[in-house]
């Protein structure tokens, strides 16, 4: 069973701190990684798809892969209240030649004021 | 261009009936996927449809099912309603069927079962 793990919070920070999420995924073949953001009662809003190792940064955003130790971060710069919300880590099912999307279970951040 | 639709957004049904929801995915999308969100098991993917063939499905029983029609909406259907299936219910679009491919998510139909 392909699995993917987060810690799920929630993970308070303060305002204009960075905030660390994590992710680890058990298939070794994955090639491409998925951050989601939902808001309580939304649904879930891509923020970044990451598809090499290394670091991807998008404004405040930066996704960060290390396929050697199955491991793929978002880091969030400057956290702002607005940034409150779970962020849902979601990598491809290899190998059945389809869109599904295995999710882990969110972490929930709290940016304080 | 318009988002993923689904409809409708809130469903109150009760124990045994039988529930029909739709989502129409972003123009000229073709792939689209279902999921069942739930407090306890999170995101789980429920089926997928490209070019009106079911391309995999998820561990959920026969109750559920789906079909995409030629012009890629797409509707699922769940039977014999039990209070487990009490969920939101999200849609998701994408261009191309396969791996890798982003998925665009609709607000979801959320149902409540009595």
């Known amino acids: 069973q392909k699995e993917v793990e987060q810690n799920s919070g929630p993970l308070s920070v303060p305002e204009g701190a960075i905030a660390s999420l994590n992710c680890t995924y058990s298939?070794?073949?994955?090639?491409?990684f998925f951050w989601y953001r939902q808001y309580s009662g939304k649904s879930p809003e891509l923020i970044m798809s990451?598809?090499?190792?290394g670091d991807k940064e998008d404004g405040r955003f930066t996704a960060q892969l290390n396929k050697a130790s199955q491991y793929v971060s978002l880091l969030i710069r400057d956290s702002q209240p607005s940034d409150s919300a779970t962020y849902l880590c979601a990598v491809p099912n290899y190998g059945g030649a389809t869109n599904k999307l295995i999710f882990g279970t969110g972490t929930l951040l709290a940016v304080q004021p | 261009k318009a988002g993923v639709t689904q409809t409708p957004r809130y469903l109150i049904k009760t124990r045994g009936q039988q529930v029909t929801l739709s989502c129409s995915p972003i123009?000229?999308?073709?792939?689209v996927s279902w999921y069942q969100q739930t407090p306890g098991q999170g995101l789980q993917f429920l089926f997928e449809y490209f070019s009106e063939t079911q391309r995999n499905k998820g561990n959920f029983p026969g109750r559920f099912s789906g079909r995409q029609f030629s012009n890629s909406r797409s509707e699922m259907n769940v039977s014999t309603l039990e209070l487990g299936d009490s969920a939101l219910y999200l849609c998701?679009?994408?261009?191309?069927?396969?791996?890798?491919?982003?998925?665009?998510f609709g607000a979801g139909t959320r149902l409540s079962v009595l």
């Open positions: 123009s000229g999308h073709r792939s």
């Open positions: 990451i598809y090499s190792n």
């Open positions: 998701a679009s994408s261009l191309y069927e396969g791996e890798g491919n982003i998925q665009y």
């Open positions: 298939d070794r073949v994955s090639q491409s």
